[in-house]
Nanobody, 124 residues
Framework: QVQLEESGGGLVQAGGSLRLSCVASGRTFSITGIGWFRQAPGKEREFVGG????????NYADSVKGRFTISRDNAKNTVYLQMNSLKPGDTAIYYC?????????????????WGQGTQVTVSS
């Protein structure tokens, strides 16, 4: 079992940057893949990016490639989402999720554990 908590959201102007953190508790974090998802008002939740348990494999949605970077520090039980060149279209609640299979894939059904989310608002 893994418990997840996001932080780092806020209000930023277009072109700015934010770094989100996902802190986990639980013995199995180091073998858990982590994904970031987001949900904008009136839209379905969508995959943003994911990282495998060992940090070797990462994948991103096309809409954020080249702008967002995921990293993890297993010693700190933390995964980061560095978001650069933010756009108003990035405005959403951002969630981190745990994949017990360790892959961090883009398949939402793979994820068993979810945080409460953190709001990111990008103004134009």
């Amino acid at each position: 079992q893994v418990q997840l908590e996001e932080s780092g959201g806020g209000l930023v102007q277009a072109g700015g940057s934010l770094r989100l953190s996902c802190v986990a508790s639980g013995r199995t974090f180091s073998i858990t893949g982590i994904g970031w998802f987001r949900q904008a008002p009136g839209k379905e939740r969508e995959f943003v990016g994911g990282i495998s348990w060992n940090g070797i494999n990462r994948n991103y949605a096309d809409s954020v490639k080249g702008r967002f970077t995921i990293s993890r520090d297993n010693a700190k039980n933390t995964v980061y989402l560095q978001m650069n060149s933010l756009k108003p279209g990035d405005t959403a609640i951002y969630y981190c999720a745990g994949d017990p299979y360790g892959l961090g894939s883009d398949r939402e059904p793979s994820y068993d554990y979810w945080g409460q989310g953190t709001q990111v608002t990008v103004s134009s």
